[in-house]
Every structure is written in C-alpha cells, then in structure tokens.
C-alpha cells in the first residue's frame, strides 16, 4: 500500500499563475485534509472532507478552493498565486473511529511562489 | 479557535538524558491526545495516543495526561540522536468533528 500519496513533490510558481495540487489515500479511509505549514506555524487546515461529496473550510480556506473528485482524491487548487501561498503543503486522510482521529500524512508539496 | 500550545524550543539534551515536551490546551471538551513526531523535510507521524488521565508508556515514550490542568506531555528516556525532531501536539475538537488542532511543536535536539 502507498498510504497517501502526492504530486508535485516540488513546484516554482510566478504570482497570479494557478495550479492543482493532487492527493490520493488507498487506506479506504473516509475523511481527507489539506495542510499547510509555515516556520514557526505548525500545521494549519486549509480545507477538509469530512467524506466522500462533502468540503468544508478549515482555518485558513481564502486563496484556495477543492474538490473531493472521489473516496480516494482531494485536490487543492490555487487560482491566482501569492508569495504569501508559499509553504509546504500536507494532504493527510483519516478514518474517525469513535473520538479516534489518527492523520496519516502524504510527503508534502514544497511550493514556492515568485 | 481551539488553541494548542507548545514551547517551540529547540530544548537540547543529551545523549541518554531524559526528554520533556510539553503542550497546554484550550478546549475542556477534548478527550483524546495524539503526539507525532516529524523529521526535517519529512512528513509528520503518529507517535503516541493518550485518552485517559494519567500516563501511558510505549518503549521509551511515556505520555501523561491531566485534563483538570488541560496538560499533556511526552517523555521521552534514554534520548538518542535518532530522537532529534520537531514533536507535535495534537488535539480533536470536541463536539462531533474531531478535528485536530496542532500546536506549533517543539524541536529537539539530542547532541552525543
């Protein structure tokens, strides 16, 4: 099993370019989340899927939007990029089991924006 | 906003020495508590899970819990260089979503 997986792993961007970062979990699991972290920041929600066909804006939503395309992919996409938008970008899935929460956490994007 | 709080440090122990993390949180409601340990470059990983007050030991990790203080720490015995990481805290909202909310984490450094 791959766990979760996402592509690029890097990505140079010029500011107002847009672009789809893709994730995808083969762990079945129901709830997907996409993470940003800055120095000093630790992880911040961007957005979450509670399950398949629903989104939901976490902490820091504004610049982005997303698409939970099925069980396995949630995509994040940045219309018109910022040099503020430059960070790493975790995407992680999770099945809730009770008040079990466990996030199993893809390599992360490095993005850079010029 | 559910507030987590962690020293970002960096705490520097050595070799063999015990380690200390600590993490305060906001929401009274929270029931469960989850450590994860993230290597520079690398993506975070669940280390230790704690819901009861109290501690829980898993080899050389030891959590604690006090919800009436609304504490949680992570010792971590006989320190090694393989230790050396950033630890976050992390904390499910309360009330149904079971978010987490992560603190900032703490980064260790453990020198031979």
């Known amino acids: 099993n791959a766990g979760v997986t996402q592509t690029p792993k890097f990505q140079v961007l010029k500011t107002g370019q847009s672009m789809t970062l893709q994730c995808a979990q083969d762990?079945?699991?129901?709830?997907m989340y996409w993470y940003r972290q800055d120095p000093g920041m630790g992880l911040r929600l961007i957005y979450y899927?509670?399950?398949?066909?629903?989104?939901d804006k976490g902490e820091v939503p504004n610049g982005y939007n997303v698409s939970r395309l099925n069980k396995r992919e949630f995509s994040l996409r940045l219309e018109s990029a910022a040099p503020s938008q430059t960070s790493v970008y975790f995407c992680?899935?999770?099945?809730?089991?009770?008040?079990?929460?466990?996030?199993?956490f893809g390599p992360g994007t490095r993005l850079t924006v010029l | 906003q559910k507030e987590v709080e962690q020293n970002s440090g960096p705490l520097s122990v050595p070799e063999g020495a015990i380690a200390s993390l600590n993490c305060t949180y906001s929401?009274?409601?929270?029931?469960?508590f989850f450590w994860y340990r993230q290597y520079s470059g690398k993506s975070p990983e669940l280390i230790m899970f704690?819901?009861?007050?109290g501690d829980k030991e898993d080899g050389r990790f030891t959590a604690q819990l006090n919800k009436a203080s609304q504490y949680v720490s992570l010792l971590i015995r006989d320190s090694q260089p393989s230790d050396s990481a950033t630890y976050l805290c992390?904390?499910?909202?309360?009330?149904?979503?079971?978010?987490?909310?992560f603190g900032r984490g703490t980064s260790l450094i453990v020198h031979p």
């Open positions: 992680a899935s999770s099945d809730l089991v009770g008040d079990y929460n466990e996030q199993f």
């Open positions: 762990m079945n699991h129901n709830s």
């Open positions: 899927s509670a399950s398949e066909g629903t989104t």
């Open positions: 929401d009274r409601g929270s029931q469960s």
């Open positions: 704690i819901y009861s007050n």
């Open positions: 992390a904390v499910p909202a309360s009330g149904g979503s079971y978010i987490p909310t």
